[in-house]
Each structure stands twice: as C-alpha cells, then as structure tokens.
C-alpha cells in the first residue's frame, strides 16, 4: 500500500464522521485493530469500533476534522488534525491532535492512537519571570 491509499483510507475514516455513515468500517479497520482515544477510552476489535462510532454520533455530531499534513514511515502514518463537536447537550469541544495510524499489509488500519492538544493556547510568561496560568480548568487529554 503506498502513501496516496494510506491518506485516502484516513480521509475516508474523518469523513464517516462528518456525514456520519458506517459504511466502510469493515473494509477501513482489521478484525482485531485497537482504537485509543487520546482522553483513555481504547476500543479492541472491528465491531467495538463500529458500536462506539454508533453509539458517538448518537451523543454529538463532528462538526470539522481538518487534516493539517501527514508523515510516512514504513507500515505507518501520522496525520495532524482540528476537530470540533457539539454534544446533544450543546457542549462543544475543539483541540489539534495527531494520529499515529498503523496499517495491515491488506491496508487496513490496524491501530490507531490519538494525541490530543488545547487549542486555546498561550504564554504564560509574557509578563515576566514568573507563570501566570490562565485559570482554565486542564483539558481531558
């Protein structure tokens, strides 16, 4: 599998979410692949993936997963990202990431863990020496 079909199979999976369709699940992900969420949730197998896709998108709608740029090397990928959701209690979440995809020799995603990063950044010593932190309560991941 080269690098264009390991992009397009990540493209095709941020983009289940932002329709959402559960197609393709079987031909995107291994039998035994290993999911993990960067806040800790991890997901072991084809099916467990595609409940917590269904059961997700019954809670909250993505409302953006842009890719930023990927790196290559060997068997594996890694993809930088926005994403944003909207909670059906109207909560809304939004932070940059990374994923670091690893792929069957099929070209299937045999694992894929996500790292995440608050996108409301800052300097916390722009006004000297010492850290002023913004008072924000630390994010899940």
Not at 23 to 30: A, I, K, Q
Request: net charge negative; with cysteine.
């Amino acid at each position: 599998m080269d690098e264009g079909q390991r992009e397009a199979a990540i493209r095709r999976w941020f983009g289940l979410w932002l329709e959402p369709q559960e197609t393709d699940l079987e031909t995107l992900f291994t039998p035994d692949a290993v999911y993990i969420e960067s806040w800790g949730p991890e997901y072991h197998g084809a099916a467990a993936i595609a409940h917590w896709f269904r059961e997700w998108n019954r809670r909250g709608r993505v409302l953006r997963w842009e890719i930023r740029q990927f790196f290559h090397k060997g068997d594996q990928t890694v993809v930088e990202w926005q994403f944003e959701n909207r909670m059906a209690d109207g909560r809304r979440e939004a932070f940059d990431g990374v994923s670091l995809v690893r792929f069957s020799p099929d070209g299937r995603i045999a694992r894929l863990q996500e790292f995440g990063c608050n996108s409301t950044r800052y300097d916390p010593y722009r006004n000297g020496p010492e850290p002023e932190f913004s008072g924000e309560a630390p994010r899940w991941f």
